[in-house]
């Protein structure tokens, strides 16, 4: 797993990183706002800031990719939404972390250990070391769709929210439920 401290040095420090000033002024206000002093020390060592440079960042909108990426860390949100980019909060994860750096043009150390753990994943599957054989008899051979976890969360975070739109997808929402609270 990359080491999130060990990467902000190497991001741009004078960059602007926000696609919409005014949101990330009130985001970044509202995150700022919201943590605890411990957390904002946090923020400020992790980026290599002062609190000063957060102060402009939610007075002008303007936020390099150290700021952003320590503030969504330590508030638990979405570094793209801070960036005014994404509408929907979202959690920070090294999924959405990599989203922002591929966003920005910077460096994804994610993607090549993504790779890394499909090329593991290969590697297993090749030693048979996978699925034991009564449950292949039961449900049939398990099919690699190159989803993992958090795509599964992601993908239920979006039907959950289609689902209050929606009633048909009100009703998929339901079968899912049901089949995954099944005995």
Not at 3 to 10: F, K, R, S
Not at 57 to 74: C, D, E, N, P, R
């Amino acid at each position: 797993m990359t080491n999130v401290t060990a990467l902000i040095p190497d991001l741009p420090k004078r960059r602007n990183m926000s696609a919409d000033l005014e949101k990330t002024k009130e985001r970044c206000l509202a995150a700022w706002k919201g943590l605890k002093n411990v957390q904002k020390n946090e923020v400020l060592e992790l980026a290599g800031v002062t609190a000063s440079t957060i102060h402009k960042t939610y007075k002008q909108g303007h936020v390099s990719a150290a700021a952003a990426i320590a503030l969504a860390k330590v508030a638990g949100l979405a570094p793209l939404y801070l960036c005014g980019e994404a509408d929907r909060p979202g959690r920070y994860t090294e999924r959405t972390l990599g989203n922002f750096l591929t966003a920005r043009g910077l460096a994804n150390p994610f993607a090549a250990e993504r790779e890394e753990k499909k090329a593991k994943g290969a590697e297993l599957e090749a030693e048979d070391a996978g699925v034991p054989a009564i449950l292949c008899e039961v449900c049939g051979e398990p099919e690699d769709d190159g989803l993992d976890a958090e795509d599964l969360v992601i993908l239920l975070e979006a039907l959950i929210i289609r689902a209050c739109y929606r009633d048909d997808c009100a009703g998929r929402l339901q079968k899912i439920t049901e089949l995954l609270l099944e005995d």
